[in-house]
């Protein structure tokens, strides 16, 4: 270590006992409350605020009560770093919670992986993402199995001719089309076309246009919400009976209500679906409405799972010292999440299943569960 | 071939909308000789304008969409863009009028600023739908079209290039008709002269940003209507896109604003149907400095004019 770090390290050692008394557990949160993404945001953060109450209704962790400190990154490129350093040198958090995006999450986790800070993703997919450290986890599946998800669904479906519609400035939807096109190459089909676009384009109709011309059976549209339900009314537009499919990034609230009818008869996989009877699943819709009076969708479902994962590890490790933390967290297995039962991997990642969800009637449907 | 057909009239509809906020960024650049860079923010303004009264003409009009609450609402805005246009000009431009004309070049980057952050504090930052004032669909072209048949031509790329083509004759008549007209023609032409002949600078010049941003205002519609969300940083690309749109036709003239925004928005979907929509952007404005280098005056503008 170089003689400047050192010494600010232990400054910081010296000041740590001088903070305030602790008796609260900070934990850091950063999401996009507003911007582009924020539908995500909002829902990630309800479900984490949900499990925070939860858990300092039923008394807490280690005795004390947890303190949810949340930052907003306004769906800018840039904020995730700022913020998070603010929450790990000056609110002294013992974990960070963030964020859905995956370019978002990369942003920040070589931060807190340089300060030995556990981060947990709720629902950033990009493999990418834990591969980072190993301070850093996610309680979603990645893109290579989502992709593999929809290329063999397409299959099934008998699509074999697809096109694909990735947008180049999101490392999720890259990662999601790459998985997608091996998988349909390995399944005997054929990808007849491939455009792109960029996150906040609004048009898109030179792209549906050319992807028309290939004819395609189905068409992946590995995107966020905002564009995919612009993207779902130009191509019906334009005259493309083909229909899309996508995944997690799909489910946002204003995605039916700018898209309409244009997305039903589509499909996207998702974490999870709210006819699950398992007990888990039940239990937190019920207290979400209680508490917003509104359906809570995955993002809210994930950000749920983070923060009890998390509050759960606290409890089995006995303290919140960053390194007895971490392990506690690997060792996390069979965790009965929202989103199913939780184990996570050797490289930090949850292995569970995966849901794929039907749009039509002005809603989603659940069409089929598929294992890893 | 039909495939790039199709991409000429995607193209077509979105370069109607540059082309209507190249108008506002010459007409400026004609009378002050500088360049208004809040210009696509008052595109902005527009489109929220219309965001807001919507609800309103709707139901002045029955509910549903229709034609005639699209044209209020198209008026509506126009009229709000106008007063926002006259605003900047009286409150930020006017009193630099005697002053070197880089510091004014300078305010209206920080008008521009301003408006984009206003913007996010007042309506927030995340996108907003835009309500339907006309339903978008396809038009069913006739089968005696043969293979052309197969185009797609939506009601709203008609609307946009009907509009745009309505606003263009209207301006030609404005400018070459009317006496403020004449007035604007001759305070291009030499200020001073025209200050000496009676012409009321102040008036004419208050009147072209008035003039201009209702154009923007109208394109901020007519995009609306096409692509139903909007956002406070809309206006900074198409912004940018109009006013190389601007330079590529030749700035300070009216029919080669128009020529400029065409091209650009054929430029674009060609590029993107064809290449890479990673290049559309780089492509755009390597033609600002291809223009620059080899004709600045661009492609329809005039010899320039040096004054001593």
């Not at chain 1, 906040?200 to 395609?216: M, R, V």
Request: charged share 15%; hydrophobic share 50%.
């Amino acid at each position: 270590m170089p003689p400047l770090p050192r010494l600010l390290a232990a400054a910081l050692l010296l000041a740590a006992p001088a903070a305030p008394a602790q008796d609260t557990i900070k934990v850091g949160e950063f999401a996009a409350l507003t911007g582009g993404i924020a539908s995500f945001g909002q829902s990630s953060h309800k479900g984490t605020l949900l499990a925070i109450d939860e858990l300092n209704a039923a008394g807490g962790v280690l005795g004390k009560k947890l303190a949810l400190l949340t930052e907003d990154d306004q769906s800018l490129a840039g904020q995730p770093a700022t913020i998070v350093r603010k929450l790990i040198s000056q609110d002294h958090v013992v974990a960070i919670l963030g964020e859905v995006a995956s370019s978002k999450s990369l942003e920040a986790a070589p931060i807190c992986q340089e300060n030995h800070i556990p981060m947990i993703s709720p629902a950033s997919t990009n493999p990418k993402v834990t591969e980072t450290g190993d301070y850093i986890f996610r309680v979603c599946f990645i893109d290579p199995f989502q992709g593999t998800v929809m290329a063999k669904f397409a299959a099934s479906r008998g699509w074999k001719k697809v096109a694909v519609l990735t947008d180049v400035k999101q490392d999720y939807s890259m990662g999601l089309a790459q998985f997608f096109k091996a998988g349909v190459v390995q399944g005997g089909g054929e990808i007849v076309k491939e455009q792109s676009y960029s996150s906040g384009d609004k048009d898109f109709k030179p792209q549906l246009t050319s992807l028309k011309a290939a004819q395609p059976e189905a068409i992946f549209v590995p995107g966020y919400y905002a564009e995919v339900a612009l993207i779902a009314k130009q191509a019906r537009l334009l005259g493309i009976k083909a229909p899309l499919l996508g995944g997690d990034g799909w489910m946002g609230d204003s995605l039916l209500k700018v898209a309409g009818t244009a997305l039903d008869g589509c499909y996207f996989s998702c974490h999870f679906s709210a006819d699950d009877k398992a007990p888990a699943v039940q239990g937190f819709l019920a207290s979400y409405r209680a508490k917003y009076g509104a359906e809570p969708d995955d993002m809210a479902a994930l950000g749920y799972d983070s923060a009890m994962i998390l509050a759960a590890a606290i409890k089995r490790a006995g303290t919140t010292d960053s390194a007895a933390l971490r392990d506690a967290l690997a060792a996390t297995k069979d965790h009965p999440g929202v989103t199913g039962r939780i184990t996570l991997d050797d490289k930090r990642n949850a292995t569970k299943p995966a849901v794929i969800l039907g749009v039509g009637q002005g809603g989603f449907h659940f069409v089929e569960s598929v294992a890893p | 071939m039909i495939e790039f057909l199709q991409q000429l009239i995607n193209g077509l509809g979105q370069g109607s909308i540059y082309a209507l906020i190249a108008l506002g960024y010459t007409m400026v650049y004609g009378v002050l000789r500088f360049i208004n860079f809040a210009h696509g923010d008052v595109y902005m303004l527009g489109a929220f304008a219309g965001l807001y009264v919507a609800p309103w003409t709707l139901r002045l009009f029955g509910g549903g969409p229709s034609f005639a609450g699209a044209a209020a609402v198209l008026l509506l805005a126009m009229a709000v863009c106008a007063a926002a246009g006259v605003a900047i000009e009286w409150l930020c431009y006017r009193p630099l009028r005697h002053r070197p004309r880089l510091n004014v070049l300078i305010t209206a980057i920080g008008v521009s600023l301003f408006l984009e952050n206003a913007g996010q504090s007042v309506f927030g930052a995340d996108p907003k739908s835009f309500p339907e004032i006309i339903a978008d669909r396809a038009l069913d072209l006739p089968a005696s079209w043969g293979p052309f048949a197969m185009l797609t031509i939506t009601v709203g790329q008609l609307l946009v290039v009907g509009v745009t083509l309505v606003l263009l004759v209207g301006l030609r008549h404005v400018v070459r008709r009317t006496r403020l007209g004449l007035a604007m023609r001759a305070l291009a032409f030499n200020p001073g002269a025209a200050s000496l002949m009676g012409v009321n600078n102040g008036v004419v010049i208050a009147f072209t940003f008035g003039l201009g941003s209702a154009l923007a205002g109208a394109a901020g519609i007519l995009t609306s209507i096409q692509q139903s969300s909007i956002d406070p940083l809309m206006g900074v690309n198409a912004g940018l896109k109009a006013f190389v749109a601007a330079v590529l036709g030749g700035i300070g003239s009216l029919p080669g604003a128009a020529l400029g925004g065409v091209l650009i928005g054929l430029l674009e979907a060609l590029v993107v149907g064809y290449i890479s929509p990673t290049y559309r952007d780089p492509i755009v404005f390597a033609v600002l400095i291809v223009i620059l280098l080899v004709k600045p005056t661009g492609l329809l503008g005039g010899t320039e004019r040096e004054k001593v």
